[in-house]
């Protein structure tokens, strides 16, 4: 089992005849991923041609439309690899074509287009799943990759993990890649994003093959706050969290756009408190945090 992608999804790529959108194509193949096509107006009618993990060389089609490659492929999955400028049209035209998942990989994404693409897809029904922008995307180790996190850190295994950091992401599948992981999804550290560390919880939490939880934050919104309000009242499984950012100045933006801290709302030790006011056991480094989960899957 995993969360929202599986070896049964199939994956097109809006911009896969871009640079970053050409070098990602070929890293979700080799990872297993059943990439069915991609998106170009300006080159539709093209193929691409990529080698797969197992079957050699393969020509994927290049489509004019979202719309246009759902109904030749039967795609339920798109991965944008397209400059800042032009994301929200992307996210409109995935959202119009009612594609189930769409990752948004995109980084520097303007915060008003991401909350209008957002409030489009409610207004259209919230049939497609928006994960990111500014996001790592999702991986279900042995199955498949949408988005750009390395394929060969870890296998299978029971651990769920969300974070809102990708590198970090990456650190904590390396820390307890001996254990493995039923998904790891990256939702992004901008102030506006889909899916939410509430969304993956929840999915998580009714996914029989996932034993435990790993939830990375950062400073600033209240987003870990609301996540440990949402564990305290929902979530059975045990839960270890890591929050970005105890030694960040206040009032000054860091890396990630939502990551800044006004007064205490916000602030890594305020979102630690409150995880740990739900139950959550919290790490105050990555390997820490990686060890606390060790103790609980040995205890399961």
């Not at 107006?41 to 193929?47: C, D, V």
């Not at 390395?150 to 990708?166: D, F, H």
Request: charged share 20%; proline share 5%; hydrophobic share 40%.
């Amino acid at each position: 089992m995993s969360i929202y992608l599986n070896k049964d999804s199939k994956v097109i790529v809006q911009g896969i005849t871009g640079g970053e959108g050409t070098k990602h194509t070929a890293l979700m193949l080799k990872a297993g991923t059943n990439i069915v096509g991609g998106v170009n107006a300006r080159k539709a009618g093209t193929t691409v041609t990529h080698e797969t993990a197992h079957e050699g060389e393969v020509e994927l089609p290049v489509f004019g439309s979202v719309a246009e490659a759902i109904e030749k492929t039967g795609a339920n999955v798109s991965v944008a690899f397209v400059p800042p400028a032009f994301t929200k049209d992307a996210m409109i035209e995935a959202i119009d074509a009612e594609i189930p998942l769409l990752v948004v990989i995109t980084e520097g994404v303007p915060v008003g287009d991401s909350a209008e693409a957002w409030a489009y897809a409610i207004e259209k029904g919230n049939k497609t799943r928006i994960i990111g922008p500014n996001c790592p995307g999702i991986i279900t180790p042995g199955e498949a990759l949408a988005g750009i996190t390395p394929a060969n850190i870890t296998g299978k295994g029971p651990i769920g993990l969300v974070s809102k950091s990708g590198t970090l992401t990456y650190q904590m599948m390396f820390e307890l890649r001996d254990l493995g992981f039923s998904t790891a999804i990256g939702i992004g550290g901008d102030p506006v994003i889909g899916t939410t560390h509430i969304d993956a919880l929840a999915a998580f939490e009714a996914d029989p093959e996932t034993k435990a939880i790993v939830m990375i934050g950062e400073i600033g919104g209240d987003a870990e706050e609301r996540a440990a309000d949402y564990i305290k009242a929902n979530v059975t499984k045990p839960v270890v969290g890591y929050v970005a950012g105890f030694t960040a100045p206040e009032g000054k933006t860091m890396g990630h756009a939502g990551a800044i801290v006004s007064g205490s709302a916000g602030t890594a030790q305020a979102k630690k408190e409150a995880l740990e006011a739900a139950g959550v056991k919290v790490g105050k480094t990555p390997s820490e945090t990686a060890a606390l989960m060790r103790e609980i899957i040995a205890s399961l």
